[in-house]
């Protein structure tokens, strides 16, 4: 019944040809590959041994947790590969692109439409984090459509091994601040919290295209996050229901103690009742 993906010893290029790079971080890349047998074409994700020294039995316990996750919204893990220096994640290709490019491609979008994606992640999120995981690195780019169609689903494409990450992470953070948390700044204990605030931040960016926090002195940035000092600006906020103002600011709340959870935010009337306008607003 649990999906267990099995861990193969074999060298990954002999099952599966590596294609073109999807992506880039700092501890890993993310390819196309195609099976050898099949064809069939899988996302794979490669992941620097070395970048994670010292830390290989916590590495094992990440991937453990990984090989659990099974949710609609989060891109399946299909296989994993190991060599002594490197780790490669097979997962399930999606093919519907971003969320933004998506969103700005349509030429009607609703407050019905961002609730209907905000619901999908925050699904994802709540089922992390019943499974002890803190994401910590939402954010649109991170956020794919399945499919191409029109009625595709959203999933989570990032596993991001939050816990191996965690120095790169602040770090990255710290060179992009716009989705991270207050607490998460100011390098206090964190918990799930982080998450909700990140959802806060996507949430007013699929309303009004841009985001809550900016500033190009990184420092100023930081105090603004810090503050949870933001607006719902004029003109660009005034056709947007207060319903989706009051959902927002229960996420882009400071006290991460005061924020919502993922079971709250979920009973919204913005996200579970009608309270999402249909009307156009881009
Ligand atoms: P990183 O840690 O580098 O951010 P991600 O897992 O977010 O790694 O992947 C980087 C990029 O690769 C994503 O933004 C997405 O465009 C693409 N990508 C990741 N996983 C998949 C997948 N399963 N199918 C298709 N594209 C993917
Ligand atoms: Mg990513």
């Not at 290029?13 to 890349?29: D, N, P, T």
């Not at 050898?36 to 992941?47: H, P, S």
């Not at 190991?82 to 998506?102: A, F």
């Not at 029109?150 to 602040?170: N, P, R, W």
Request: with cysteine.
């Amino acid at each position: 019944l649990i999906k267990e993906p099995r861990k193969k010893a074999e060298d990954i290029s002999v099952v599966y040809e590596l294609k073109e790079k999807l992506g880039e971080g700092s501890f890993s890349e993310v390819r196309v590959a195609q099976h050898r047998r099949t064809q069939r074409l899988v996302a794979v994700k490669c992941i620097h041994k070395r970048a994670l020294k010292g830390k290989e039995s916590l590495l094992e316990n990440e991937i453990a947790v990984l090989r659990k996750i099974d949710h609609t919204n989060i891109v399946s893990l299909e296989e994993t590969f190991e060599t002594p220096t490197k780790l490669y994640l097979v997962m399930t290709l999606v093919t519907g692109g971003e969320l933004l490019d998506r969103i700005l491609e349509r030429g009607n979008y609703t407050e019905k439409d961002a609730s209907r994606v905000i619901h999908q992640v925050l699904e994802a999120v709540k089922y992390l984090h019943q499974l002890g995981i803190v994401h910590r690195d939402l954010k649109p780019e991170n956020l794919l459509y399945e499919s191409p169609l029109e009625d595709s689903k959203i999933v989570i494409s990032d596993f991001g091994l939050s816990k191996m990450e965690e120095q790169g992470a602040l770090s990255t953070a710290c060179g992009t601040p716009a989705y991270v948390a207050p607490e998460l700044l100011q390098q206090k204990t964190y918990g799930k919290e982080v998450d909700l605030w990140a959802v806060g931040v996507i949430s007013y960016i699929l309303l009004c295209g841009y985001p809550p926090f900016y500033d190009e002195n990184d420092t100023k940035l930081y105090k603004q996050i810090i503050k949870a000092e933001f607006e719902f600006d004029s003109p660009y906020w005034d056709a947007i229901s207060d319903s989706a103002k009051d959902f927002i600011s229960h996420l882009l709340q400071k006290d991460p103690e005061k924020r919502y959870n993922c079971e709250q935010a979920l009973k919204h009337p913005w996200i579970s009742g009608g309270a999402a306008l249909e009307k156009n607003i881009h």
